[in-house]
């Protein structure tokens, strides 16, 4: 076996199970952004997570036949913290993906929003280090203090994150500032 990488895993003490890895992490963080903002669309098949040399962490969709893979940067093979962060924000990403679109504000933002709500909740604590995600989690922020379930009630009506509308959101909680909807309902 090879120890201390994020796919290794050993038996628990108990028997009944053995300790997470990061593609057991990526069912429990499924269930989670589920549960907050609406279920995920099951015509893709989330096929695993996978190391590559790149920036930073990306959807992948191989052979154009609605399969999906989360691609994590290589410094995350043996830094379990870091690849958890990561995989969260691609976690939402998965609810409802598109290789054809170009992600919103509103998307992007909620998906920095979970990656720090999930690791926040288990004792993780990692910035956001890449400045041009800062501004979409704060807008994202300040739109879920209006009502936690928005996100939730607005993907009854339009399914994919990247297309609820300013009229969608307002339609739901009439009290959003328009300002902070103009700059979530951008391209990213």
């Known amino acids: 076996?090879?120890?201390n990488n994020i796919f290794s895993c050993g038996?628990?003490?108990?028997n009944d199970g053995y300790t997470w890895t990061i593609v057991s992490r990526l069912?429990?963080?499924?269930?989670?952004?589920e549960a907050l903002f609406g279920e995920r669309d099951k015509r893709y098949t989330i096929l695993g997570i996978e190391l590559a040399n790149i920036k930073q962490p990306q959807i992948w969709y191989p052979n154009d036949c609605n399969h999906v893979i989360i691609q994590v940067t290589e410094d995350c093979s043996n830094n379990m913290e870091r690849a958890i962060f990561q995989v969260a924000h691609e976690a939402i990403h998965c609810l409802c993906p598109n290789p054809k679109k170009k992600t919103t504000i509103l998307e992007e933002g909620l998906a920095t929003y979970f990656s720090m709500y999930y690791t926040r909740k288990r004792k993780i604590y990692y910035n956001i280090d890449n400045l041009q995600y800062q501004k979409p989690y704060e807008f994202c922020?300040?739109?879920?203090n209006y009502d936690s379930e928005l996100i939730k009630k607005a993907r009854i009506?339009?399914?994919d994150i990247s297309?609820?509308?300013k009229e969608i959101l307002l339609n739901i909680c009439p009290k959003i500032d328009h300002t902070l909807l103009d700059e979530l309902t951008k391209k990213f």
């Not at 038996?11 to 108990?14: D, E, F, K, V």
Request: hydrophobic share 45%; aromatic share 4%.
């Open 1 to 3: 076996m090879i120890d």
């Open 11 to 14: 038996p628990l003490p108990s």
């Open 27 to 33: 069912g429990d963080m499924l269930n989670e952004a």
């Open 141 to 144: 922020s300040k739109l879920l």
């Open 157 to 159: 009506i339009e399914p």
């Open 163 to 165: 297309f609820i509308s």
